[in-house]
């Protein structure tokens, strides 16, 4: 049974870096798919943030490009998020997610849809 | 990229059917059928309910099917029940190799 789970700092100051880790078990990250991060502001709806593949091929969402980084750890089976310079706009629920990326032998850069995912993790920003 | 335009909310009585549209463009719902739906209770992680515009994976009930035409998906759960109401998203690949969300639909089950 494959399982995702967050973790990280649940307090990030202003102007400060979000560093967040998703450990994957039941499943080896280098037997394939995308690996994703996506996150939910109270009360509002779903953003995806990127993904990455263990070969580290990586897709992000173009408005945060500028702030995200996305890497894997495959001696530790995670991966890891990273959001830099993190304003009042950035707290929200941090979901981790698996991505299939090649249906039926055709594949997609960057991944499809979620299919697994992670029970979230909190980060809210303040100083 | 802009988000997929959903309704904000939909509602229906027990045993009914409900559709939830998703409207994007031909750079994403259009290009591609690669539309997927989500279903989310309060509080809980999202879950997959449709891949692919309409493939059910194993864990999805028979009563929720997806749909395309155009630049519009849609959504349809048949025979509603209490346990369907929940926030719903819809997300579609586009063709910068990204993925955009919907802005989400809050079903309500009289």
């Known amino acids: 049974q494959v399982q995702l789970q967050e973790s990280g700092p649940g307090l990030v100051k202003p102007s400060e870096t979000l560093s967040l880790t998703c450990a994957v078990s039941g499943y080896s990250i280098t037997s394939g798919y995308y690996w994703g991060w996506i996150r939910q502001p109270p009360g509002k709806g779903l953003e995806w943030i990127g993904s990455i593949h263990y070969s580290g091929s990586t897709s992000y969402n173009p408005s945060l490009k500028s702030r995200v980084t996305i890497s894997v750890d495959t001696s530790n089976n995670q991966f890891s998020l990273r959001l830099t310079s993190v304003t009042a706009a950035d707290p929200a629920v941090y979901y981790c997610a698996r991505l299939p990326h090649c249906p039926g032998g055709n594949c997609h850069h960057g991944g499809l849809y979620f299919d697994i995912w992670g029970l979230g993790a909190l980060v809210t920003v303040s100083s | ?110």
């Open chain 2, 1 to 110: 990229q802009s988000a997929l335009t959903q309704p904000a909310s939909v509602s229906g009585s027990p045993g009914q059917s409900i559709t939830i549209s998703c409207t994007g463009t031909s750079s994403d719902v259009g290009a591609y059928n690669f539309v997927s739906w989500y279903q989310q209770h309060p509080g809980k992680a999202p879950k997959l309910m449709i891949s692919n515009v309409s493939y059910r994976p194993s864990w999805s009930s028979y009563r929720f099917s997806g749909s395309k035409s155009g630049n519009t998906a849609s959504l349809t759960i048949s025979g509603l029940q209490a346990e369907d109401e929940a926030n719903y998203y819809c997300s579609s690949y586009t063709t910068s190799s990204t993925l955009v969300f919907g802005g989400g639909t809050k079903l309500t089950v009289l």
